[in-house]
């Protein structure tokens, strides 16, 4: 029974943050796309693969949480529910069903740095997604009846995530404390008070200000012809002006000053657990790659010097782990350490913290060093054999590093990464770096 209920708490943890990567290593053709665009400043990239006959189709707008202010938190990511809704020529709550009927599948997600709409439909089905993103871009039906439809949805999506949910708190306080005075010190789905006191005019400015042509790029991939495709997409998308400009500056994250610690009782939690935040490299700094490489050698998976440490050889961890959130303008790297309800969660912390330092100051193997860059091959060669990630990998590609080429050479970057990059990188970050400590105790008393 213990170890299910660990299971389950460690596999929330690994949900909150962790992408799981299932693929292998085998022969990489390069990835080849067209780029265009249109005279409205919409980006897009065509790549045929004509290896199954699906498509797919990735709308990429660089607007996320980071693109809020202070007491109007969570747009971006009610936006991602609103664009479900109605538009003028689609009838409310019907898109799933449309798509679904077609046979095909929907969804999206948002972050700090970006909102993504993706869709994957049989090849004869092209003009389907691109007619529905056409609407939802200029046309979408922001009203009464669909504001509060969403509102509705989204307080009990936050209820799930935050209240209802062991260490539900944890992303919103590393975010808090991990950027302090940035856009990016809130968590994504931001502030259900900001949420309930927003007017539909806030909503429609918003959207307004960031749904535009010249803000988006839409990437379709797989099964289709390019100059049909590129017909659809004057077709659906030719007439809608220019949007102003959206301003993406500013978001700069300031050092940390000082270490900041709390102890949160987490009624929730059946067992402790600490999170331990180091500010890390953004996406597009050189460091990003050998950190990375150091990441997967200290907290990724059984092999790793944090589960090998705490959970194999000193046995005071159920779980111990660590992730790199790199983002466009900032990033942070924590360690996990999920402790035994009976022992006390401060060696955890301490072990965590001596691991790192063993690690920086002993170095690693060469049978360390070569797994985690076979883990990147693996990960970089698996992602591009899917016509869905392979779609959002052009897009990030573009909107990020305005490279989409990278989708065949980023590789290159973990290759080239020698052992001495990999530790002095980890010295520059972790070693007397300020840093967040949050630990969780369970709180019986207020079950």
């Known amino acids: 029974m213990k170890k299910n209920i660990i299971k389950r708490i460690y596999l929330t943890i690994s949900c909150l943050f962790l992408t799981i990567y299932n693929s292998s290593a085998g022969e990489f053709n390069p990835i080849k796309f067209v780029r265009d665009s249109l005279p409205n400043g919409l980006q897009i990239i065509y790549s045929v693969d004509k290896t199954a006959p699906v498509i797919a189709t990735i709308m990429h707008y660089r607007v996320g949480s980071r693109d809020e202010v202070p007491g109007k938190t969570g747009y971006a990511h009610f936006f991602e529910h609103l664009m479900f809704e109605a538009t003028r020529d689609i009838p409310r709550a019907t898109i799933d069903k449309m798509v679904q009927e077609a046979g095909g599948t929907l969804n999206a997600h948002t972050s700090w740095d970006e909102t993504v709409y993706f869709f994957k439909l049989p090849a004869n089905q092209l003009k389907l997604p691109l007619w529905i993103e056409s609407q939802r871009m200029r046309l979408l039906k922001v009203d009464s009846v669909g504001v509060a439809t969403q509102k509705g949805v989204v307080r009990e999506e936050l209820k799930m ?6 260490y539900g708190s944890l992303i919103q306080k590393l975010s808090e404390n991990m950027f302090p005075g940035s856009t990016y010190g809130w968590a994504t789905v931001g502030f259900d008070t900001d949420l309930e006191k927003a007017t539909i005019d806030d909503f429609k400015n918003f959207y307004d200000r960031f749904y535009q042509p010249n803000n988006a790029c839409l990437v379709i991939a797989g099964d289709f012809n390019i100059d049909t495709a590129k017909k659809y997409v004057r077709d ?48 597009n700094e050189s460091d990003y790659y050998p950190m990375s490489l150091f990441m997967d050698i200290l907290a990724s998976g059984e092999s790793s010097r944090l589960n090998q440490r705490l959970v194999e050889k000193d046995r005071v961890a159920v779980n111990a782990a660590g992730f790199q959130l790199s983002l466009q ?61 392979k779609a959002e990998s052009l897009a990030q590609y573009f909107s990020y590093y305005g490279n989409p080429s990278l989708i065949n050479s980023q590789i290159d970057n973990y290759l080239s990464v020698t052992k001495e990059q990999v530790i002095n990188v980890a010295k520059k970050y972790f070693s007397s770096a300020k840093k967040v400590v949050l630990t969780y105790i369970p709180d019986s008393g207020s079950k």
Do not use: C, W
């Open 329 to 389: 303008y900032t990033g942070a790297l924590v360690l996990i350490g999920i402790g035994f309800p009976d022992k006390d969660i401060k060696d955890v912390e301490e072990t965590l913290l001596d691991e790192v330092d063993d690690v920086i100051s002993d170095g690693i193997t060469d049978e360390e060093f070569q797994k985690a860059k076979n883990i990147k091959e693996a990960q970089f060669v698996g992602d591009k054999k899917n016509v869905l990630p």
């Open 236 to 283: 659906y998308f030719a007439s809608y002006q220019k949007g102003k400009e959206a301003e993406h500056k500013g978001y700069q994250t300031k050092p940390l000053e000082k270490d900041y610690s709390e102890v949160i009782k987490d009624s929730k939690a059946q067992v402790p657990a600490v999170f331990i935040g180091f500010r890390g490299p953004m996406l």
């Open 161 to 166: 995530r935050t209240l209802n949910q062991p």
